[in-house]
């Protein structure tokens, strides 16, 4: 089949802002890699280039795999993280070269002014200028902001890439001052003990930013006013115990970036049991329009779940059948979500109607070309999940609530006759 893509549905397709955005954050990293290169040797550029790109694929792929359960539009991924590599990056250096200027020439100590600006300057331009992009989705994208893991996500792109342009100035200037071995203590501390370290801070704005797409009025203002106050604080922290406490004061500030880190984590799991709760909530009613049936949901209930069914697609349908059941997994999970902002009167009736409507002909299209064994089609035809399709899954019949009846087949899809569009039978 020609496969779909669930995020068509939610207009994946880059836009004519998206390309020009990245053509600036491309243009800003290229004039802050000039000026790395002009106040450096050319060769200690290429080699702290090296060493600050070289852990960023490990970790996107932390990052990213909080994000498996509804995975965010590659397009916005990206360019939140073009924005910190090249945007924040250029804005902020230039204003803290400013204000390192303005600080050392009252203080006559450019040490001590260096330290001041790194604890008090620094973080709320920093900041600032990653949490623009973050805003910028509130504004643009409200509707992809479904959670706090949400915002999680995009306020670590936009930090991983900030780390990696700033990354290599640090390690510039450590090659080129002290040598070969402070490089390495820098490279352990930025690459090794604290790559999350401006990731963590900006998810401070992520979580506010996505607190605030879920209401309106003074309580988004407030949250994202003591998200962007956390995120400068907790910056500064850093930054201040680095400067002033000795290896005794990076201990407690690392003590604080880590259980920072694991509260985080834990948000991300809670939010991730939202999530399912919310397929369990508004899926059932399509039941009976043929989109559904109980092993379906348990299927999609869990990570472990999903992984199951896109192994048993692919080993009966390869490429083309573990496809089709990703389509149909993201496109439930979208659903359940659609139906959530609905519910918080975030959208329209004739918008919802319009994407319900995608979501179900992309569930149903998937669901056609499941790659039922033969050997199983007629179990599968009375409603009985194919053997791997759904391990643990309860027969039809002893779902808690289910009619135990008329189940939808698998490898098939609503006829015409079937009332597919519109609200949900039950309501929702």
């Known amino acids: 089949m020609a496969s779909l893509d669930p995020r068509a549905v939610l207009r994946e397709r880059p836009s004519v802002g998206l390309i020009i955005g990245l053509v600036v954050a491309g243009i800003c990293a290229l004039v802050s890699f000039s000026f790395d290169i002009l106040n450096g040797d050319p060769v200690h550029f290429f080699i702290a280039l090296g060493l600050a790109v070289a852990p960023v694929p490990l970790l996107l792929a932390g990052v990213l795999a909080l994000d498996r359960m509804e995975p965010e539009p590659r397009t916005n991924l990206v360019f939140a993280f073009a924005w910190g590599a090249g945007i924040a990056v250029l804005v902020a250096g230039v204003l803290n070269s400013l204000n390192l200027v303005y600080v050392a020439h009252q203080l006559g100590d450019e040490t001590s002014a260096r330290n001041l600006v790194a604890t008090f300057g620094a973080p709320p331009v920093e900041e600032t200028?990653?949490?623009?992009?973050?805003?910028?989705?509130?504004?643009?994208?409200?509707?992809?902001?479904?959670?706090?893991?949400?915002?999680?996500?995009?306020?670590?792109?936009?930090?991983?890439?900030?780390?990696?342009?700033?990354?290599?100035?640090?390690?510039?200037?450590?090659?080129?001052?002290?040598?070969?071995?402070?490089?390495?203590?820098?490279?352990?501390?930025?690459?090794?003990?604290?790559?999350?370290?401006?990731?963590?801070?900006?998810?401070?704005?992520?979580?506010?930013?996505?607190?605030?797409?879920?209401?309106?009025?003074?309580?988004?203002?407030?949250?994202?006013?003591?998200?962007?106050?956390?995120?400068?604080?907790?910056?500064?922290?850093?930054?201040?115990?680095?400067?002033?406490?000795?290896?005794?004061?990076?201990?407690?500030?690392?003590?604080?970036?880590?259980?920072?880190?694991?509260?985080?984590?834990?948000?991300?799991?809670?939010?991730?049991?939202?999530?399912?709760?919310?397929?369990?909530?508004?899926?059932?009613?399509?039941?009976?329009?043929?989109?559904?049936?109980?092993?379906?949901?348990?299927?999609?209930?869990?990570?472990?779940?999903?992984?199951?069914?896109?192994?048993?697609?692919?080993?009966?349908?390869?490429?083309?059948?573990?496809?089709?059941?990703?389509?149909?997994?993201?496109?439930?999970?979208?659903?359940?979500?659609?139906?959530?902002?609905?519910?918080?009167?975030?959208?329209?009736?004739?918008?919802?109607?319009?994407?319900?409507?995608?979501?179900?002909?992309?569930m149903a299209y998937a669901r056609m070309s499941f790659p039922v064994p033969e050997r199983h089609q007629a179990s599968a035809a009375r409603g009985t999940p194919p053997p791997g399709y759904a391990p643990g899954a309860p027969p039809p019949g002893r779902w808690p609530g289910a009619p135990g009846q008329g189940q939808p087949p698998y490898g098939s899809a609503p006829g015409p006759g079937h009332p597919l569009w519109g609200p949900p039978p039950g309501g929702g």
């Open 129 to 362: 200028v990653k949490g623009l992009v973050l805003l910028g989705l509130l504004w643009f994208r409200r509707h992809e902001l479904d959670g706090p893991t949400d915002g999680i996500i995009y306020a670590s792109m936009v930090g991983l890439g900030f780390a990696m342009s700033e990354n290599v100035s640090y390690y510039i200037a450590a090659l080129g001052e002290n040598g070969p071995q402070v490089l390495a203590a820098t490279l352990v501390l930025r690459a090794v003990l604290s790559p999350f370290a401006h990731p963590l801070f900006t998810s401070m704005i992520g979580i506010a930013v996505a607190y605030a797409a879920q209401r309106r009025g003074a309580a988004g203002i407030f949250a994202i006013i003591i998200g962007w106050i956390a995120a400068m604080t907790l910056h500064g922290l850093w930054n201040g115990f680095a400067s002033f406490g000795g290896l005794g004061g990076l201990a407690v500030a690392y003590l604080i970036l880590m259980t920072l880190l694991v509260v985080e984590l834990v948000v991300v799991f809670r939010d991730r049991k939202r999530i399912v709760g919310l397929i369990q909530r508004y899926l059932p009613p399509y039941e009976r329009n043929g989109l559904v049936n109980p092993a379906d949901i348990f299927m999609l209930s869990s990570l472990r779940g999903r992984r199951q069914a896109r192994a048993w697609a692919k080993a009966h349908g390869g490429r083309r059948g573990a496809r089709a059941m990703s389509d149909y997994q993201l496109a439930s999970t979208e659903l359940g979500l659609l139906h959530a902002r609905a519910a918080r009167g975030q959208i329209d009736e004739q918008a919802f109607l319009t994407t319900q409507r995608s979501l179900a002909d992309l």
